[in-house]
Structures are given as C-alpha cells and as structure tokens.
C-alpha cells in the first residue's frame, strides 16, 4: 500500500493476526482513534523450540519466478516478524527450479536459478528488515517444481526435521554444473543441461565420459 499506492505509512497499521487454514490478508477500514480489530486466528500452534519450523512455503509461477509477487513479499515480511521474536534462531530460505517435461511442453530452468532465486528472497529481507547477512541462508533445493520454503532454524535442533534436500534431487554445484546421487536422474540431469546450452558428461574415476 506504501510502495505501490503511496499511502502515507502512518495510515497503515500490520497486525500479526495468527494462523488459519489458509494464507489470508484482511483489509480493514479504522476510524482515526479507534482501536484495531481483534484477530481471529482458528488454529492454535504449539511451538517446540527443539525442532526446525516450516514457517510458510509459495509456490512462484512460470512468468514471474524470478521476481516477487505481492503475496510472496507478504509472506516474507510474516517469515521476518517471526525471526525477529525468536533472536537466536536464524533463517533458511530454500527454493526450488522447475523440474521440465518435454510431453508437457515445460521448460527447464537453467542449473543454480534455484540458488538465484533464494538468494534475492534474502536480500529482500537484508534489505527491508535490515537482518545481517549471517541470520539468513540460501540454498539451492535442486528441481522439484518452482516453490519457496521459509524455514525458522532453531539452535541445537534436531536437523533431519528440516529443511529437507532430497538426495534425488538435481543440484547445482559450482560454476552452475548440476551434480546428482541417483543414476535413475542421469537423463534428467542431462536435459536440463543441454537446455541452458552445457555440455553434459559423467565423470567415472576422475574422467569424463558422454552419458548415452
């Protein structure tokens, strides 16, 4: 409303109203002097600060994956109130590629977008809500579908509760070279490279070889 519609920000008042079963924003017209509407969340969240919290996660469509939407930047601005409330925990913003499928005519995005992706959610966060570098992470999820996760990393946690990175998954590694642990991915990982124009190998023994 601030940025967008140059409302003055005084006239603009965030309220944390809880958690629903769905992702909501209400709008509310106040009277000057009155008091902000009381929320009404409808699902009570028992925190267990010895795990890991999914904190939200968004999926980010085909023609705006390498921007962000209104809805996501509200998320993102919920996921910073979160970690401001919990000052030794920090956060972890994992995003996922598009896995393509040449039936389907979907396009591969191109090894480390993921990474690129998560990391221009964090600069959204260094920058608006002035967190230092060290309390936010970006990883590369590797290739599962365009999502953004927003993980609550809580210190002394148990870790395998999340974030997960599946090991099946195609990850970038260096200089953009997508790298995998399951053979049954290896034409997966070769399309995705012919597409964004590299020359896809396997290495065997500390050779390269052209995979079939």
Not at 77 to 99: H, I, M, Q, R, Y
Request: hydrophobic share 35%; proline share 7%; net charge positive.
């Amino acid at each position: 409303m601030v940025e967008l519609r140059g409302i003055d920000s005084k006239r603009i008042v965030a309220i944390d109203g809880g958690r629903r079963e769905e992702f909501i924003v209400d709008l509310w017209i106040v009277p000057n002097n009155s008091h902000p509407p009381t929320p009404s969340p409808s699902i009570d969240v028992t925190m267990d600060p010895s795990d890991n919290l999914l904190y939200d996660e968004f999926e980010v469509g085909y023609d705006n994956f390498a921007s962000r939407s209104e809805d996501a930047a509200a998320r993102l601005d919920g996921f910073a109130e979160t970690l401001k409330k919990e000052p030794k925990s920090w956060g972890c913003v994992v995003a996922f590629a598009e896995n393509g499928d040449d039936r389907m005519g979907m396009e591969w995005d191109p090894p480390g977008e993921a990474l690129r992706i998560a990391r221009r959610q964090k600069q959204y966060l260094v920058r608006k809500h002035g967190f230092t570098l060290s309390k936010l992470t970006a990883v590369d999820g590797g290739y599962a579908g365009r999502t953004v996760e927003l993980w609550v990393m809580r210190p002394g946690a148990r870790f395998d509760k999340g974030p997960f990175i599946y090991p099946n998954r195609l990850k970038a590694k260096g200089r953009g070279i997508l790298t995998l642990n399951k053979s049954y991915n290896l034409d997966l990982c070769c399309k995705a490279c012919i597409r964004s124009g590299t020359d896809p190998y396997v290495l065997r023994n500390g050779e390269r070889h052209k995979p079939k």
